[in-house]
């Protein structure tokens, strides 16, 4: 194994045990020139092969466009979490999970398997609010311990609530989109394109940023 | 890129609010984490509560001076703390903040999320913050070119040229790793270097690192991002610009003491007071690590510190039976 040495596997086994129902995993690459897609594949591959509730799907973000609209997907490589009734749970990694980001990618599995966090009350209450459609997007660094905290927060919003879609960004993979939207500290977290914070922030942030987009 | 694995293992165990903990340790880096691992030793009902497991060496590449381990990442170091720790099953209760301590006959500890949780003792072991340098553009350019953690934002700056402000071991480290990623790496100090020697001929072997000592930042600036500082030589007293798209503030580190305040005597740089058994001016209530006005800021320090805590707290729970 490149990725996963005998340690690493065993506690990966041990946690991902924790999981209740299977996820389907779809992970969207393309040819060459792709920065990280045949690396996303076999660490997936690897990843995939710890636990049997795992379901890994190798896409083409051409020859399969169909399925790569369905799920909004526009970069490569980009993987896309299904529940076992392969529904969408609005929920994406764009570049690959490793470094600190595996974290997070192992909490969003959890989630998705029906292994379910709480969120509290008041929390719960002004997230059912949101009435209209938001896009989070958090860019990462696979270097920086402090970002999967917020990948974590954005992804549990979007399994919540059918009106929001979150999305990790790995910066340096998709440098451009990065200069973009102007990502120099990381977590950057932008909504719907205009709200922006940085840092792994609470709930309440997240939300406040969000409630600006409803009046 | 990072294509290493940074897994964290932790067996989480819920807070109790109903009980009256023996001891409860606020901060999980290496202060936090050696007194939860000596009290707990000692047979003692003790839990954590922090922000986060790990504090401040999560942010640090790696660490050379923690004896028994020549060369460790900071957070591989932390990662052996915390598996250590949980092979005694502590409670703790992570991505809380603590607001304010009250002392009845009990010491009480608020949240920010509005929880209690009581206790006969506590251990404050909060740690430092980066301190900020305090000059025109350096808030407004925060984020947009100032960075706090030079690992988490460095890989943002690939082939670009950069600023690290600092004189001490950290700016050094800082101005290492950089060196890897950025095309340019200016090393800005004040003074002289503080770093240790060993770091320092280590970073005189980089050929894109620029040293500039006695140098003074006055002003961050640019457009919409910051393009460059504005600085003072001081021994020939004269102003000018280095252009930089990005400027890392490794200045030290302000200690993390605000909720505090109101009942423990600080020292003028806001450390909580504390005497050789770890003791605050209030029964009860011990500081160890970063948090203390004990000097050299340090692993080491700051571990050895929570085993003094916890064996004083000890003492003074027995004090009470
Ligand atoms: C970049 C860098 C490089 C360094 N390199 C080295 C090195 O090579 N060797 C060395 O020995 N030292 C090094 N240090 C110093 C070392 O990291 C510190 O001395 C040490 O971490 C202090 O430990 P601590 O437990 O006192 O505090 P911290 O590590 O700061 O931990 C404080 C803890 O308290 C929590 N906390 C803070 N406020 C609250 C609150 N209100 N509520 C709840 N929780 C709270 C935090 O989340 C954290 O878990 C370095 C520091 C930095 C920043």
């Known amino acids: 194994m490149k990725y996963l040495n005998e340690e690493v596997k065993n506690q990966l086994s041990e946690i991902l045990s924790g999981m209740k129902d299977e996820v389907n995993i779809l992970v969207f690459t393309k040819e060459e020139p792709c920065e990280t897609c045949e690396e996303t594949r076999d660490f997936l591959n690897e990843f995939a092969s710890v636990s049997n509730k795992l ?148 709930f309440e942030v997240f939300l406040s940023e969000m409630e600006k987009e409803l009046v | 890129m990072s294509l290493e694995i940074n897994l964290n293992v932790s067996n989480k165990n819920e807070l109790d609010m109903e009980k009256v903990y023996d001891i409860l340790i606020i901060g999980g880096g290496p202060a936090g984490l050696n007194a939860a691992l000596y009290s707990k030793r000692k047979g003692l009902d003790v839990g954590i509560i922090s922000y986060d497991l790990g504090g401040q060496v999560m942010d640090t590449s790696s660490v050379e001076n923690y004896l028994g381990f ?21 409670p703790y209760l992570e991505y809380v903040h603590v607001k304010d301590i009250k002392k009845s006959d009990l010491i009480e500890i608020h949240l920010e999320d509005g929880n209690t949780f009581k206790s006969k003792s506590i251990i404050i072991a909060t740690g430092s913050k980066p301190r900020k340098i305090g000059i025109p553009g350096e808030l407004e350019y925060s984020n947009k070119g100032v960075c706090y953690c030079a690992i988490c934002d460095g890989p943002l700056f690939a082939d670009e040229e950069v600023v690290v402000a600092g004189g001490g071991n950290s700016a050094v480290e800082a101005a290492i790793d950089l060196s890897k990623i950025a095309k340019k790496v200016t090393l800005v100090h004040r003074s002289n270097f503080r770093a240790d020697k060993i770091l320092v001929d280590q970073l005189l072997t980089l050929d894109n690192v620029q040293i500039k000592p006695e140098t003074q930042i006055l002003e961050v600036i640019g457009d919409k991002f910051m393009k460059g500082l504005i600085v003072k030589d001081r021994l020939g007293n004269r102003e000018y610009t280095i252009e930089a798209a990005g400027l890392f503030v490794e200045i030290g580190y302000l200690p993390n003491s605000d909720p505090f305040k109101n009942i423990l005597a600080l020292n003028s740089k806001g450390e909580i007071i504390v005497d050789k058994y770890g003791r605050t001016n209030i029964d009860g209530i011990f500081a160890a690590g970063d948090v203390t006005d004990t000097p050299y800021k340090q692993i080491i320090m700051s571990a050895g510190d929570g085993a003094k805590c916890a064996l004083s707290a000890n003492e003074y729970i027995n004090t009470l039976k």
């Open chain 1, 55 to 202: 379901n890994l799907e190798m896409l083409d973000i051409k020859t399969d466009a169909l399925k790569a609209n369905d799920y909004n997907v526009t970069l490569t490589p980009s993987i896309v979490l299904l529940d076992k009734e392969r529904n969408y749970k609005r929920i994406k990694f764009n570049g690959i999970p490793t470094g600190h980001e595996i974290n997070s990618f192992i909490s969003s599995l959890m989630e998705v398997s029906g292994n379910t966090s709480e969120l509290p009350a008041d929390i719960s209450e002004r997230l059912s609010k949101i009435s209209k459609p938001m896009n989070i997007k958090v860019f990462v660094t696979l270097s920086c311990p402090h970002c999967p905290g917020a990948v974590e927060k954005a992804h549990k919003l979007a399994l919540e609530n059918n009106n929001i879609e979150a999305d990790m960004i790995e910066a340096q993979t998709f440098y451009d989109l990065s200069e973009e939207y102007n990502v120099s500290s990381v977590p950057k977290i932008v909504i719907n394109d205009k709200h922006e914070f940085v840092g792994n922030q609470s």
């Open chain 2, 70 to 90: 020549p060369s460790i990442s900071g957070e591989g170091l932390m990662k052996k703390f915390i598996d250590h720790v949980n092979i005694l099953n502590v």
